[in-house]
């Protein structure tokens, strides 16, 4: 059984938006590091935005910095990814990830790679269209 499961993908025009769901089955320690990846045809995973447990370190790709907004709801037992402004190219199949380890680079959150994550949801389809 997935411990993380992905949710609220969907069609969406260019400049509207879409909010995500990464739901914990409860099994995860709080302590672990959330993470949205995103997978177009033909290209690798890519980070898109990270979390820590305490949620208060928090890091995005610099192509959705001031769209996206990443965030925890404690009493859901998600993390959610808040799109706006949405592009043809945040196009993709967007992944929940968790990992055990925080990683700071002179305060900063890191969020690392794809083989840095312990396991992954199934995925969600996000299409982006006009």
């Known amino acids: 059984q997935w411990r993380v499961a992905e949710s609220g993908g969907g069609l969406a025009q260019v400049g509207g938006s879409l909010k995500l769901s990464c739901k914990d089955s409860?099994?995860?320690?709080?302590?672990?590091?959330v993470a949205w990846f995103r997978q177009a045809p033909g290209k690798e995973r890519e980070m898109v935005s990270c979390i820590n447990g305490a949620g208060n370190k928090i890091s995005y790709e610099d192509s959705v910095k001031g769209r996206f907004t990443i965030s925890r709801d404690k009493a859901k037992n998600t993390v959610d990814l808040q799109m706006s402004s949405l592009k043809f190219e945040d196009t993709a199949v967007y992944f929940c990830?968790?990992?055990?380890?925080?990683?700071?680079?002179?305060?900063?959150?890191?969020?690392?790679?794809?083989?840095?994550?312990?396991?992954w949801g199934r995925g969600t389809q996000v299409t982006v269209s006009s």
């Open positions: 409860g099994s995860l320690p709080d302590y672990y590091t």
């Open positions: 990830g968790f990992r055990s380890l925080q990683r700071l680079m002179y305060g900063e959150m890191q969020c690392g790679t794809e083989g840095e994550y312990d396991g």
